[in-house]
């Protein structure tokens, strides 16, 4: 299997139930319509809505189709599904995250900032809800950087609950990432400095710090994720690098209000949307684009160690009309 087709691949099976819930509509709304009228952007504004592109995202996207059609003379309905990748192409690539300077995987950005001569390993602090996927997405980032012959560190500063730890002590087993923790209950903040230590002694690349995401409590969460962000950055100076975090795709619009929730407290520098290949309603990651200009950093598209993606809008569009020219020719 060729790189493309090892990537498309995973897109196309992530996003089935994204094409059913978006791009089958859509296409059976222009196979039914025979021009582009008001009728038809309005049931078009209507299927990006229940997608969970957001109003405010359907709406700016049905006007651009719209004013494309009015200055390119463009009248046939099968005009619009064109327009409508073309156009979500465009929007999904302000979500992509920039080029960090920092750790390569496979040419795609890793989510580790600073260049390359920076001292000291780099610090990764993940954050979210629990339920999220957190945890998993922190094994599987793991394994990638492991694949990839780099030295990782995983601090368990989740204390509050156990299964998370030994969650993560499984994926420190399967990827050969250094798992640290603590008993339950203990200090987060103590984990990540244990951790920070760890990887100093052992000349480690990567700490990937777990925290608790236990937001019925959220005054006390975000203080404790302060807490463990200033221990960080007194042991290494600019730590945490990045602060990454995890939404659950499936429960759509409300992942955007946590990740304002998280991004307001604790200053997130690019989200991890999991569970994509779990719902219809995957349009979210344009409204976390949209509304609040955070980059995605990977999408996660199924329940193996690979597949956590980084996030591409040229392959998710493809991912979502694997027909035509949405497949890109490189």
Not at 166 to 183: D, F, K, M, N, P
Request: proline share 4%; charged share 25%; hydrophobic share 45%.
């Amino acid at each position: 299997m060729s790189e493309k087709e090892g990537w498309f691949g995973r897109f196309s099976r992530g996003l089935q139930k994204m094409r059913q819930g978006l791009t089958d509509k859509v296409q059976a709304l222009v196979a039914r319509t025979g021009r582009v009228d008001d009728d038809l952007l309005e049931e078009l504004e209507a299927i990006l809505i229940q997608a969970d592109v957001g109003v405010a995202g359907a709406t700016a996207i049905v006007e651009a189709i719209r004013r494309r059609c009015r200055e390119e003379g463009g009248t046939s309905a099968a005009s619009v599904k064109g327009l409508l990748r073309e156009e979500l192409r465009r929007r999904l690539s302000l979500a992509e995250a920039p080029g960090t300077g920092g750790l390569q995987a496979g040419g795609e950005a890793e989510p580790v900032a600073g260049g390359p001569s920076a001292p000291g390993p780099r610090v990764i602090m993940v954050v979210g809800v629990n339920g999220t996927g957190k945890t998993t997405t922190i094994g599987k980032l793991a394994y990638r950087l492991r694949g990839e012959g780099r030295q990782v560190v995983l601090a368990a500063a989740d204390t509050f609950r156990a299964a998370a730890v030994e969650q993560l002590a499984i994926w420190g087993e399967r990827s050969g990432a250094t798992v640290i923790r603590h008993q339950a209950g203990g200090d987060p903040a103590a984990v990540a400095f244990d951790a920070v230590k760890a990887a100093q002694a052992r000349g480690a690349d990567v700490v990937i710090v777990d925290t608790a995401g236990r937001l019925h409590t959220k005054v006390n969460l975000m203080e404790e994720l302060k807490k463990v962000q200033r221990v960080l950055a007194r042991e290494i100076p600019g730590a945490p690098h990045e602060v990454l975090l995890v939404v659950d795709a499936t429960t759509g619009l409300n992942a955007v209000q946590q990740a304002r929730v998280f991004r307001d407290a604790v200053g997130v520098s690019g989200v991890v949307l999991t569970k994509l290949d779990g719902t219809a309603k995957g349009g979210v990651i344009v409204a976390i684009a949209g509304e609040l200009g955070l980059p995605v950093k990977y999408v996660g598209l199924g329940e193996a160690a690979d597949d956590l993606q980084p996030f591409s809008a040229e392959k998710f569009v493809a991912g979502l009309f694997p027909e035509g020219d949405a497949t890109p020719d490189h």
